[in-house]
T-cell receptor, first 112, second 112 residues
Framework: NAGVTQTPKFQVLKTGQSMTLQCAQDMNHEYMSWYRQDPGMGLRLIHY???????DQGEVPNGYNVSRSTTEDFPLRLLSAAPSQTSVYFCASSASGGRGYTFGSGTRLTVV | AQSVTQPDIHITVSEGASLELRCNYSYGATPYLFWYVQSPGQGLQLLLKYFSGDTLVQGIKGFEAEFKRSQSSFNLRKPSVHWSDAAEYFCASQTGANNLFFGTGTRLTVIP
């Protein structure tokens, strides 16, 4: 059972480039979320989804897009990368009923 | 607005000593509360969770936490710390939308 899988693990982008961070879970979880982690700020919610076809904005959504076409996948798109998006990104999933989230191992993104 | 506060940025304890990490929450109703641990370069692992009922909850790796409504606290404890417990610890509460709201984390250093 793989849990939550994120790819890539590391990425360096130039300012203005676009890319997609991939996230897949094999636990048939309804809820999926993207967080970014920055030193001294904990984890902040970017976007989340409560099921296939349903997404919503979190605390820091600007500069990011998401879609949820299947239960398993929840990609995060950076439209035009900026140095302020240098961070560690975590994807997480949860079954309904608030049973706690399972996290992926993260993607470390550097924008130069 | 919902918030989670971890007042200690960094704590150092000796191996074998007891540990208490503080967490305070602000929420209108009784929230769901969680403690996660993050080892360097890794994702987040769920230590324990509180939903309702018994206010003392047991988790993995010998950790426990006590929910105190009167103090709006959910402190994490361990009677005897091991060197492998060195990591960053995050307290989180869950919103009505099933999203997690994190504190800024406490980094634990264990000295021999």
């Amino acid at each position: 059972n793989a849990g939550v899988t994120q790819t890539p693990k590391f990425q360096v982008l130039k300012t203005g480039q676009s890319m997609t961070l991939q996230c897949a879970q094999d636990m048939n979880h309804e809820y999926m979320s993207w967080y970014r982690q920055d030193p001294g700020m904990g984890l902040r919610l970017i976007h989340y989804s409560v099921g296939a076809g349903i997404t919503d904005q979190g605390e820091v959504p600007n500069g990011y897009n998401v879609s949820r076409s299947t239960t398993e996948d929840f990609p995060l798109r950076l439209l035009s990368a900026a140095p302020s998006q240098t961070s560690v990104y975590f994807c997480a999933s949860s079954a309904s009923g608030g049973r706690g989230y399972t996290f992926g191992s993260g993607t470390r993104l550097t924008v130069v | 607005a919902q918030s989670v506060t971890q007042p200690d940025i960094h704590i150092t304890v000796s191996e074998g000593a007891s540990l208490e990490l503080r967490c305070n929450y602000s929420y209108g109703a009784t929230p769901y509360l969680f403690w996660y641990v993050q080892s360097p370069g890794q994702g987040l692992q769920l230590l324990l969770k509180y939903f309702s009922g018994d206010t003392l909850v047991q988790g993995i790796k010998g950790f426990e936490a006590e929910f105190k409504r009167s103090q709006s606290s959910f402190n994490l404890r361990k009677p005897s710390v091991h060197w492998s417990d060195a990591a960053e610890y995050f307290c989180a509460s869950q919103t009505g939308a099933n999203n997690l709201f994190f504190g800024t984390g406490t980094r634990l250093t264990v000295i021999p």
